[in-house]
T-cell receptor, first 115, second 109 residues
Framework: DTAVSQTPKYLVTQMGNDKSIKCEQN?????MYWYKQDSKKFLKIMFS???????INETVPNRFSPKSPDKAHLNLHINSLELGDSAVYFC??????????????FGEGSRLTVL | GQNIDQPTEMTATEGAIVQINCTYQ??????LFWYQQHAGEAPTFLSY????GLEEKGRFSSFLSRSKGYSYLLLKELQMKDSASYLC??????????FGGGTRLMVKP
């Protein structure tokens, strides 16, 4: 069984469209994340979601909105897609113990291409 | 702010030893992670250092100096399959990891 699974793996769309990427984890972790990895391979945190508390990286445009229906799911919705949104988006989860961020378990990534 | 620096690329020979350095400046610090990422795949966990010193795990070891804001990953007896990107990440106590840009390691025969 895949621990962290995200769909779709590949997404090609036109500028201006709205799209969503879904993520599910079966590890029982309490915290989930979205990371963006651009063409230069820089892995940047976008969101962290823990027990209904959303922590947002302030550099993320508000066109990006995470939605968590329950502890095992964290979906990413993107409005009005732009060329610069093209990247690989990784979902991850961890068990946060006290003040420590636990080991991250990553999904396989969703490669978004905006034309 | 958060700042994590590591070399962009390194090349080493099969069977050799390579050390990948990472320096960090973060507001709040719990520990330092190293992840491995093969091309087109997800990052996978290698090590986590909380205290100063060297942690050894098979062919891979990781070192941390909190006072110097410095870590390194040491890979021994390099194999071709070790060709990958190695990502340094700081746990800044904010429930998020901040990653460096990654070091792309190429192992040659």
């Amino acid at each position: 069984d895949t621990a962290v699974s995200q769909t779709p793996k590949y997404l090609v769309t036109q500028m201006g469209n709205d799209k969503s990427i879904k993520c599910e984890q079966n590890l029982g972790h309490d915290t989930m994340y979205w990371y963006k990895q651009d063409s230069k391979k820089f892995l940047k945190i976008m969101f962290s979601y823990n027990n209904k508390e959303l922590i947002i990286n302030e550099t993320v445009p508000n066109r990006f909105s995470p939605k968590s229906p329950d502890k095992a799911h964290l979906n990413l919705h993107i409005n009005s897609l732009e060329l610069g949104d093209s990247a690989v988006y990784f979902c991850a989860s961890s068990h946060v113990g006290g003040r420590n961020t636990g080991e991250l378990f990553f999904g396989e990534g969703s490669r978004l291409t905006v034309l | 702010g958060q700042n994590i620096d590591q070399p962009t690329e390194m090349t080493a020979t099969e069977g050799a030893i390579v050390q990948i350095n990472c320096t960090y400046q973060t507001s709040g610090f719990n520990g330092l992670f190293w992840y491995q990422q093969h091309a087109g795949e997800a990052p996978t966990f290698l090590s986590y250092n909380v205290l100063d010193g060297l942690e050894e795990k098979g062919r891979f070891s990781s070192f941390l100096s909190r006072s110097k804001g410095y870590s390194y990953l040491l890979l021994k007896e390099l194999q071709m399959k070790d060709s990958a990107s190695y990502l340094c990440a700081a746990d800044n106590a904010g429930n998020m990891l901040t990653f460096g840009g990654g070091t792309r390691l190429m192992v040659k025969p």
